[in-house]
């Protein structure tokens, strides 16, 4: 026969009274800040908005395209009517 291991029940503790410290809140330090706060663009950043809009500048000056668009689109009647009424 084994033995089973019995672990000795305990009751639960309920705490009689809890006491709150009041902290007071931090103060801001005098001292200027370690490094220096730099507003200004990124001249990568810069360089990066260039380049997409000499890729992709050419596009905002096409119109709509006539491929298709009639057949899906413009006599389409869910486009015009979307409840399909």
Known sequence: MSKKNKTPKTE?????????????????????????????VNPSVVILVIAVFLAFGGGFGNKFVEW???IYILDNTLVKNPSGR
């Open 12 to 40: 639960p503790t309920i705490a009689k009274s809890v006491s709150f410290k009041v902290v007071p809140p931090a103060q801001v330090p005098s001292q200027p800040l370690p490094f220096p706060i730099k507003i200004g």
């Open 68 to 70: 298709d668009d009639p």
